[in-house]
């Protein structure tokens, strides 16, 4: 008969496991090798001088993410990983700005120049009423806060979270591992908060389905709308730009990975394209909370294994409700409640026009959400199984390892954590 203090361990372990299988909406995690220095024996005969390096220590920054001068920075796309060179990138159009608005002032620019670098910082489109619309504008706005994120990422990765993972007593490639998912903490944490601010000054507070629909086209938003949805949209693209130009070191699923992002940011644009806002929010609150316990679980199975359980357990609770029951709700809302739309606003196809909704859209919104949820409800079970293998203490081989190791046999999980 086991003892408890081996149950525990194997509970522990399993529970390990089960936080590395989930995978997160979003960039996973990197897996980083620590850097061994081989040991040299010395020829026979004369010694000769050595120009000999300083040994790296497992905790020092990997070298993607130190500054080589900020114009290599800027050519080779370092600037990315660099938040010291984003964040000159990003401090450019706000220094513009204020310079224009100073040569107004002045005099030296007539009361009426248009200041051409709010374009690049606030959003645009507002039309009369104080509401906000559309524009062309708006790709100006994201890429320039593609530029932000890369410096939010990085600065908060490297100032922040690597001192306290450090300070935690995180060693070798658990660092990287950290500074990943407590950055997803932070930004799930931000958005999703914002979300259900957003979602409570919309008529379809919380989940009240039926006013997707009601009133279509929603074509004005508010300004906290609008610009909710082109800061996700910004952190998208810098999610996608990371992976499709391998600035990080890309992983065994990287081809998946680029899908799954190209495949969220057509969601994103295609539905802030058609005025389908309010349904796009409700799906961005369903993912991003449950992502902040998912991230959070996984933050403190990397400092203590022990602590781990309650989380994931609660984690598990959340992710049924926003992943399932919310995200099946929308799903009802979109097949039952499509004809709450007003006729004449879905029975014509004329993009030309700004017209988009017609009976066979009806599939173009549900079949993806629909995917979606397979893909939830795939990844439930093996939750679930995992959880389930956790409390009777069984362990569980570890098909999906986040180590990248090869050669390691049979060796079953608690056996893989071991060696870590």
């Known amino acids: 008969m086991s ?33 061994q220095e081989s040991e040299v024996k010395p020829l026979s005969g004369k010694s000769r001088p050595l ?13 993607n993410y130190i500054s ?18 984003s964040l000159i990138i990003f401090s450019i159009p706000i220094i513009l700005y204020f310079n224009h608005n100073l040569l107004v002032q002045y005099g ?34 994201v890429a320039n806060y593609v530029v932000f994120w890369s410096f939010v990422r990085q600065f908060v990765t490297i100032h922040i979270l690597r001192p306290m993972a450090i300070a935690l007593g995180i060693k070798g490639g658990k660092i ?74 890309p992983r065994k699923d990287f081809k998946e990975l680029v899908a799954h992002h190209i495949v969220t940011l057509w969601l994103i644009g295609w539905s802030y394209n058609v005025y389908l806002t309010f349904i796009g929010v409700s799906v961005f609150v369903t993912m ?23 989380f994931f357990a609660f984690f598990v609770g959340v992710w049924t409700y926003f992943r399932h029951y919310l995200n099946i709700w929308i799903l009802w809302s979109v097949w039952a409640e499509w004809d709450l739309m007003p006729e004449d606003q ?6 030309l026009e700004d017209q988009w909704l017609v009976w066979w859209m009806r599939w173009q919104v549900f079949v993806p959400i629909f ?21 009777v203490g069984q362990d569980l081989k570890d098909d999906r390892s986040d180590d990248e190791d090869d050669g390691e046999g049979e060796q079953t999980t608690t056996e893989k954590l071991k060696d870590q």
């Open 3 to 35: 003892s408890p203090r081996k149950l525990n361990r194997t509970r522990s372990s399993s529970v390990t496991n089960a936080l590395k299988q989930i995978p997160l909406n979003q960039q996973q995690e990197q897996n980083y090798n620590t850097i």
């Open 288 to 310: 991003d909370v449950s992502d902040v316990f998912l991230a959070l679980a996984k933050c403190v199975n990397y400092v203590s294994e022990w602590a781990s359980p309650p």
């Open 176 to 249: 990287m591992r950290f500074l990943e998912q407590g950055y997803a903490v932070f930004y799930f944490s931000i958005l999703g908060t914002l979300g259900i601010i957003v979602m409570r000054g919309l008529p379809t507070w919380w989940y009240k389905t039926e006013y997707f629909w009601l009133g279509y086209p929603h074509k004005q938003m508010t300004w906290e709308l609008k610009t909710y949805y082109l800061i996700q949209a910004a952190y998208w693209v810098q999610q996608t730009i990371l992976l499709a130009a391998k600035i990080e070191k």
């Open 51 to 63: 120009n000999r390096k300083k040994p790296r220590h497992e905790n020092d920054l990997p070298d």
């Open 68 to 85: 080589r001068g900020f114009k290599n920075d800027l050519k080779t796309g370092r600037w990315m990983l660099i938040p010291s060179s």
């Open 371 to 391: 995917f979606l949820q397979l893909i939830n409800l795939f990844w439930y079970f093996l939750i679930w199984r995992i959880l389930i293998k956790a409390v």
């Open 108 to 141: 030296l620019l007539k009361p009426n120049t248009t200041n051409p670098f709010k374009y690049l910082l606030f959003p645009q489109g507002k039309v009369p009423g104080g509401g906000y619309t559309k524009s062309w504008y708006d790709f100006v706005f």
């Open 346 to 351: 879905r029975s014509r196809f004329a993009p």
